[in-house]
């Protein structure tokens, strides 16, 4: 799911990486609008809000939107670079990093707003906007931009492209190919919308507030353990069972 790249990655692992990075996304999303009444998955409300300050000659009050924006961009931006930095290292699963950074964000604010009052809620929001930034960045990377998982405008874009073409296609392969993408792309949305719905039900039914954000870590860490379990016993398999093969063969 995450240690698959290129070639070797199929709609199986796509699916797989969509489902779990969506739902978290969704319960981010929700959590961060409920607390504070802001997006903290997308920037493109920000965007709007932005240019509408400054229109109006309300630089400093604009400024906070355009920390909102670059949390995003920065949180992109550092996910690629650490990636890229360590690709190179064979031994090292690349993607680790950022998720596991995006964990200890989430983690943290969910932990310490048991503790400490939160007097500034917007710098939540950039931390929260900087995750999602990681996040969208890495699986972007990972699935050679099939993927993606923070904000639905595009996915929705995608998707009725996707099914006008279904009407029109040049061959089997390419509809066999449009079902995929169609396929792929309800999977995000759905889990998008199960991860809200879960989000929602934890902070206002169970009253967890920014608590709820620790099942979003839980998720990812749950994620990536199992991944790595997977991939362990992959490896052994491959490693003893031709071992067997040829000693059955000597015998």
């Not at 998720?99 to 710098?123: M, Q, R």
């Not at 904000?151 to 492209?161: A, V, Y």
């Not at 396929?183 to 709820?212: E, M, P």
């Not at 790595?228 to 040829?246: M, W």
Request: positive net charge; glycine residues 6%.
């Amino acid at each position: 799911m995450f240690r698959h790249q290129g070639k070797s990655r199929t709609l199986k692992h796509n699916l797989r990486i969509a489902t779990v990075l969506s739902f978290v996304a969704g319960i981010v999303n929700v959590t961060g609008f409920l607390s504070f009444q802001q997006l903290t998955t997308n920037v493109t409300g920000h965007f709007a809000l932005f240019i509408y300050d400054v229109a109006n000659f309300k630089f400093w009050k604009g400024t906070i939107y355009f920390l909102f924006i670059f949390s995003f961009l920065f949180g992109s931006f550092f996910s690629s670079f650490l990636i890229e930095k360590y690709k190179k290292n064979k031994q090292l699963n690349v993607f680790l990093l950022p998720t596991i950074i995006e964990c200890a964000i989430l983690i943290s604010i969910g932990f310490l707003s048991n503790f400490i009052k939160i007097e500034s809620p917007n710098l939540i929001v950039c931390l929260l906007l900087f995750a999602m930034g990681l996040q969208n960045s890495f699986v972007t990377k990972i699935s050679n931009a099939v993927v993606r998982t923070t904000h639905l405008t595009g996915l929705f874009t995608d998707l009725g492209i996707d099914i006008s073409h279904l009407f029109f296609p040049k061959s089997l392969i390419e509809k066999e190919q449009l079902k995929a993408n169609i396929k792929l792309r309800s999977y995000i949305i759905s889990f998008f919308f199960l991860g809200g719905l879960f989000g929602g039900l934890l902070f206002s039914r169970f009253n967890l507030g920014l608590n709820t954000l620790l099942f979003a870590a839980l998720i990812l860490f749950i994620s990536l353990f199992y991944d790595d379990l997977r991939y362990r016993i992959i490896k052994t398999k491959r490693k003893y069972y031709p071992r067997k093969k040829h000693q059955t063969v000597i015998n």
